[in-house]
């Protein structure tokens, strides 16, 4: 019977404004053909909501890696090919960190997103910064962004 194997590799870290705990776990996955396991056992995450509070987010950074490095090799054949992974997707340093060691780099859409993928260390053509335009025209400054525009 193939087996689960957890590791935390990093400390705990608050991700949001809400204070959500997140762990950074390296996980050996057994893999199936079109079959999704958990990355980690039912047992094994028992134990950690004993010793953590909860709400906590669990990410699987093995399954992150190959996933990504999984992507570069499919467009391998585009030698200009960059993946932007979307900050306002998953803010979470943590995993944008992973993500720029494995090469890629992160689309952002707001000014908060954009110092945040700075202070991580992306820096020229590893930022994509789009921000809304089309909804910045929709408002009007008066106090408030809940004003349209007519």
């Known amino acids: 019977m193939d ?50 509070p909860t ?36 803010p979470n340093p943590a995993i944008l960190k992973i993500l720029k060691e494995e090469g890629c780099g992160v689309d952002c859409a707001s000014y908060v997103e954009l110092l945040m993928s700075q202070k991580l260390g992306f820096a020229g053509d590893e930022i994509m910064f789009r921000p809304i335009i089309r909804q910045l025209r929709n408002f009007v400054w ?3 962004w809940a004003r349209p525009s007519i």
């Open 55 to 90: 709400p906590f987010h669990l990410y699987d950074e093995k399954g992150i890696r190959a996933r990504a490095r999984a992507l570069h090799e499919a467009f391998a054949w585009n030698a200009g090919f960059k993946e932007y992974f979307a900050v306002k997707a998953t």
């Open 3 to 52: 087996k689960t194997i957890v590791e935390i590799l990093g400390p705990i870290f608050f991700s949001s404004p809400a204070y959500t705990c997140g762990i950074i776990l390296s996980v050996k996955e057994k893999v199936g053909a079109c079959m999704k396991t958990p990355f980690i056992s039912r047992e094994r995450l028992a134990e950690l909501t004993a010793q953590f």
């Open 142 to 144: 008066r106090g408030s």
